[in-house]
Each structure stands twice: as structure tokens, then as C-alpha cells.
């Protein structure tokens, strides 16, 4: 879907976010803080992030089929994207998140 005119992808008022951890780990830690700021940077006021804590609601995990942590699920928009690891690759979340193209 485009907006109108532009050639440029809608993007939804707000983004879902959730950030599936197993504890207060240094990679579970690391994971919140990078895509805090990547969501500050790129979609400030707009998104919602849910950490979701696999020690403490462990039966979580089966719905969203995560199979690894840090795990970062983007609900909202659709189609859902799955993102594996403590996102420290900006470019590489950014291209998992549909925020910004692949490039070759």
C-alpha cells in the first residue's frame, strides 16, 4: 500500500512492538535498550513496546512461535515480523521492520 502520489509505504498511526526476554540478561537488557532508541529515532510517539519476560508467562511464547530470545515481534502493521537477537544492527532491524528498503 502507498500513500497517495508519494511512492512512499503507508506507515500506521502506531506500531506494536513486543520484545519477548527470558530475565534481566546482559543480551535481554541490550535488546531493550537498542530498540528503544531505534523507536525514539524513527517512530517517536508512535510505537508500543511490550516486553514480555518467557520466566515469568512462559506459556507466551507458543503464540507468537518465538523459538529464541531476544525476540522482537512487530504486531502492528501487518504482515508480523519476526526479529531474532539484541538488535544491535541498526540496518538490519531497520530493513526487518519495513522502516527502511533492502538494499543490494
Known amino acids: 500500500m502507498t500513500s497517495e502520489g508519494s511512492g512512499e509505504p503507508e506507515r500506521p498511526d502506531i506500531w506494536e512492538l513486543r520484545l519477548y526476554v527470558a530475565g534481566q540478561t546482559a543480551k535481554s537488557v541490550a535488546a531493550f535498550a537498542n530498540l528503544k532508541k531505534l523507536c525514539e529515532?524513527?517512530?517517536?510517539?508512535?510505537?508500543?513496546?511490550?516486553?514480555?519476560?518467557?520466566?515469568?508467562?512462559?506459556?507466551?511464547?507458543?503464540?507468537?512461535?518465538?523459538?529464541?530470545?531476544?525476540?522482537?515481534?512487530?504486531?502492528l502493521p501487518e504482515p508480523i515480523r519476526r526479529i531474532i537477537g539484541d538488535l544491535s544492527d541498526t540496518e538490519k532491524v531497520l530493513v526487518g521492520l519495513q522502516l527502511r528498503p533492502r538494499t543490494k
Open 41 to 75: 529515532e524513527h517512530l517517536a510517539g508512535k510505537y508500543r513496546i511490550e516486553v514480555i519476560d518467557l520466566l515469568i508467562n512462559p506459556q507466551l511464547a507458543v503464540g507468537d512461535q518465538i523459538v529464541a530470545i531476544p525476540t522482537l515481534v512487530r504486531t
